[in-house]
């Protein structure tokens, strides 16, 4: 069996151009004994020779190659043993480094992994302490540290680029890196050594102190991050049994001390929610118009042109209540000015209801659509932005306090009632709505003008006009001039 040494330093380097001889020359592992480091102990049959060069080139996949170089700073000693063994299989099935199911490869992952762990740990728990003058051209440090791996030479290098500005050297057992000049090198490792005290790190102890959290303390998660093996040469880990002992003390005492009044908004804040959640708007009549302006009780008022309020006399015997406002409406600002408010308009006075003597409003006040090209169109409020906008339905209802209100349409009518299905079927009848007041049930003028057929449409446009009819007798209102004077003539 032939015995090959690999040198302490620049170890993974050496081991793959031997690796590449002895594959190339069909050496199986059972002939080989990998050490590194001193002589190993030569075995009764042992021979050590220097390994051949490679006869041919030898191609293994990449992702072998990244492997083994972070498994050859492994500390366990039969590290290139179970590699080389691993590599003599590779040879001729490369797909094995995708097999997760083989025992060799996840037995190298596993050791890949704790190697890229430890290299964490030294970047991060490596401590240096000033070892020459400070006002020197290049200022000098030193640093102890004791790895769970042969990390130092693999991991080096990111030292030298963050500390290229000055000269340090990090000692281990094994292997010491040494950074002069800008040049980084290795030297065989070398016993502890008596670093002198930092001045800094009593100003480091007192920040870390400060930044401890007593009331996010996890014990197991800290050790877990910070093996207490590392502890004994990091300065501030001096601190951490006190600050572990006196973490609950310290965490009541924080929550003791902290503000109890309330901060000076909270009080704006409670009178908005208590004004949004008021039964109906509590303010002067002439401010209604202008608070609904400023509504955002629901997203719909973001892409719509305004709030469009109700309006007509505030002593209104009668009240007619749409769904929301259209596409004419959004833009000017009133409602029922569009077409379904013309047909309403038309059939309202074939029914003795003059625009002027009613209030006119909806239960939703902002326009809700849906674009495509340069049209708008109309899309039905749901029941969440019904019930958000009932607020100023209740509003209108207690300022104008009609004896009946008109709904118009499934919406309305689920506003005011609580249910909005079956209109057909209730159409006509009377039920209690909001506050108290009687609602008549009806068609909404937009119903009759998305009806196609004509006879239909006169069907319905005639239902709307007797619905608007007995609610002006039910609610008291006269008949215009006109009108009255040829019913009397009717009757002479």
């Known amino acids: 069996m032939q015995v090959v040494s690999l040198p302490s330093i620049g170890t993974a380097a050496a081991w793959r151009d031997a690796a590449r001889g002895y594959l190339s020359a069909g050496v199986p ?3 080989l004994r990998w050490h590194c480091g001193a002589q190993a102990e030569a075995g009764l049959f042992d021979t050590a020779a220097a390994p051949p060069a490679p006869a041919r080139p030898v191609a293994v996949p990449r992702s072998f190659v990244s492997l083994a170089e972070s498994v050859a700073w492994h500390s366990d000693p039969a590290r290139f043993d179970r590699l080389y063994a691993f590599l003599w299989r590779l040879r001729d099935a490369p797909q094995l480094m995708s097999d997760r199911g083989d025992a060799q490869l996840a037995h190298l992952r596993r050791m890949e992994k704790a190697v890229h762990r430890c290299q964490h740990k030294m970047k991060a728990f490596v401590r240096f302490r000033e070892t020459g003058s400070p006002e020197a051209a290049r200022r000098s440090f030193a640093a102890w540290f004791e ?10 290098p990111f030292f030298a680029r963050r500390f290229g ?25 070398a016993p502890k050594p008596g670093l002198p005290e930092d001045a800094s790190e009593g100003l480091w102890l007192t920040y870390f102190r400060n930044i401890f959290n007593p009331a996010r303390l996890k014990v197991k998660a800290m050790q877990s991050e910070m093996p207490k093996k590392y502890w004994r040469n990091m300065p501030e880990t001096a601190a951490i049994p006190e600050l572990i002992a006196t973490a609950p003390a310290r965490a009541r005492a924080m929550a003791e001390s902290a503000p109890t009044l309330p901060p000076a908004r909270t009080a704006r804040v409670q009178a908005a929610a208590e004004q949004a959640a008021a039964e109906h708007w509590a303010g002067p009549q002439d401010g209604l118009a202008a608070a609904l302006a400023g509504c955002t009780r629901c997203p719909l008022h973001g892409a719509a042109t305004q709030a469009v309020p109700g309006e007509g006399p505030q ?6 209540v749409g769904e929301q406002p259209g596409d004419r409406e959004d833009l000017t600002g009133r409602p029922f000015v569009g077409p379904a408010g013309q047909l309403l308009d038309a059939v309202a006075a074939e029914a003795g209801v003059a625009r002027e003597a009613v209030y006119l409003t909806n239960a939703v006040k902002h326009f809700k659509f849906r674009p495509q090209g340069r049209r708008r169109l109309h899309q039905r409020p749901d029941a969440g932005e019904v019930q958000r906008c009932r ?5 209108e209802i207690s300022l104008v306090r009609p004896r ?3 709904a118009m349409g499934a919406t309305a009518a689920l506003a005011l009632t609580g249910s909005g299905g079956s209109l057909m079927a209730r159409r006509g009848t009377v039920e209690s709505g909001r506050q108290g007041v ?8 937009a119903h009759i003008l998305r009806t196609p057929d004509p006879a239909a449409q006169a069907r319905l446009r005639e239902l709307l006009r007797s619905d608007l009819a007995a609610a002006r007798e039910r609610a008291g209102l006269a008949l215009p001039a006109a009108q009255a004077g040829e019913a009397g003539q009717g009757a002479a």
């Open 165 to 189: 500005d000055m000269d340090w050297r990090i000692l281990t057992p094994d292997v010491c890196a040494v950074f002069e000049g800008g040049v980084l090198r290795f030297e065989p490792g």
């Open 315 to 320: 002593d209104a015997a009668l009240m007619l």
């Open 404 to 406: 009946l209100i008109v």
């Open 29 to 31: 592992p059972e002939d």
């Open 147 to 156: 790895p769970e791996h042969r990390t130092v030479e693999p991991t080096a």
């Open 391 to 395: 607020w100023w339905l209740d509003a």
């Open 438 to 445: 009687p609602v008549l049930l009806t068609l909404h003028p």
